[in-house]
């Protein structure tokens, strides 16, 4: 099954700790971004790849970190949390081949605290 | 100003009714439109795409009218399972992948 999986779904944790947020797709996409989601704002891009050891900026990536390492994994790392982080976050994926009409593929969202 | 603005809702309306949420955006350059569906705490889905002429699929019509740089989508003889956040996506100039989300068109069908 086509699917973008996000690990994991749901974590408490406390200013200051590193945590990782993975993010594997099965379907060969090039194209992978991560997003959060707040009340009254939508999904805001963080940060995107277009392929393997290409990644760029997206809106809203201060305090965030990513790497591409292996065309299926995008991990999200935040190297030290802090409270205004706490949010919904979705990982994507996309093909690049086909037009501009490809639509994202998304994971299940991760919920994330920082107390 | 936001680039891709919608009305939040909610919208409630009975089961059976026809429903229209409408999408303003302010980048001219914008190459692709979409609509995605979001049920709440869940992944937003795609729901269509919108293209140039209208398209419809079953009892979605989606329409683009870009001098007015407006998006609308249409929804009749709503169902239960419509009920959900009904996101306006846009895809600038910027960059191959680059989507702006709308905050989102909340729907409650009622029985």
């Known amino acids: 099954e086509a699917q973008v999986t996000q690990n994991p779904r749901y974590l408490i944790t406390v200013t200051g700790k590193k945590l990782t947020v993975t993010c594997s797709q099965n379907m060969n996409h090039e194209y992978m971004s991560w997003y959060r989601q707040d009340p009254g704002l939508g999904l805001r891009q963080i940060y995107y790849?277009?392929?393997?050891?290409?990644?760029d900026k997206g809106d809203v990536p201060e305090g965030y970190k990513v790497s591409r390492k292996e065309k299926r994994n995008f991990p999200l790392i935040l190297e030290s949390p802090s409270p205004n982080q706490t949010s919904l976050y979705f990982c994507?994926?996309?093909?690049?081949?086909?037009?501009?009409?490809?639509?994202?593929?998304f994971g299940d969202g991760t919920r994330l605290s920082i107390l | 100003r936001k680039e891709v603005e919608q009305d939040p809702g909610p919208f409630n309306v009975p089961e059976g009714a026809t429903v229209a949420f409408n999408c303003t955006y302010s980048?001219?350059?914008?190459?692709?439109f979409f609509w995605y569906r979001q049920d709440c705490r869940k992944e937003p889905k795609l729901l269509m795409s919108?293209?140039?002429s209208g398209n419809e699929d079953g009892r979605f019509t989606a329409q683009l009218n870009r001098a007015s740089q407006y998006i609308s989508l249409l929804i009749r003889d709503s169902k239960l399972s419509d009920s959900a956040t009904y996101l306006c996506?846009?895809?600038?100039?910027?960059?191959?992948?680059?989507?702006?989300f709308g905050t989102g068109t909340r729907l409650l069908v009622s029985p």
């Open positions: 980048n001219s350059a914008s190459q692709s």
């Open positions: 790849s277009m392929n393997v050891e290409v990644t």
């Open positions: 919108v293209y140039s």
């Open positions: 996506v846009v895809r600038e100039n910027t960059g191959f992948q680059k989507l702006v």
């Open positions: 994507a994926s996309s093909s690049m081949t086909g037009g501009s009409n490809q639509p994202q593929h």
